[in-house]
């Protein structure tokens, strides 16, 4: 799929288990990119879906996970997390996973 206008590529929302999107993370966020896809898996509009501060600190989040693009050889960071009923994995390559 192409890109949104939300910087978001490669959707994917099967009825299995999980919601997965890849983001660029020098246009969007960590923390606006889970906002979104605990949206998109909750089936909500995201002003009604329980606020990210609720479950992590969204500065901690961007931080690690933005700066951790694996680039230097290593594994891209990975934070996961529960918010809202959902399991949350965010890697610094850009994947969003929320199951």
């Known amino acids: 799929m192409g890109e949104d206008s939300e910087g978001a590529t490669d959707r994917e929302h099967t009825d299995t288990d999980a919601v997965r999107t890849r983001y ?11 906002a979104e896809v605990l949206a998109v898996a909750a089936d909500r509009d995201p ?4 606020p990210l501060y609720d479950s992590i600190d969204p500065d901690a989040l961007d931080t690690l996970v933005a700066g951790g ?17 959902f399991r949350v994995t965010v890697t610094g390559d ?3 996973v929320v199951r």
């Open 24 to 34: 660029d993370w020098s246009e969007t966020t960590p923390s606006a990119a889970v």
């Open 47 to 50: 002003t009604e879906t329980e």
């Open 69 to 85: 693009t694996g680039a230097d050889g290593r594994e891209p960071t990975t934070v996961t997390f529960e918010s809202g009923g």
């Open 94 to 96: 850009g994947e969003v």
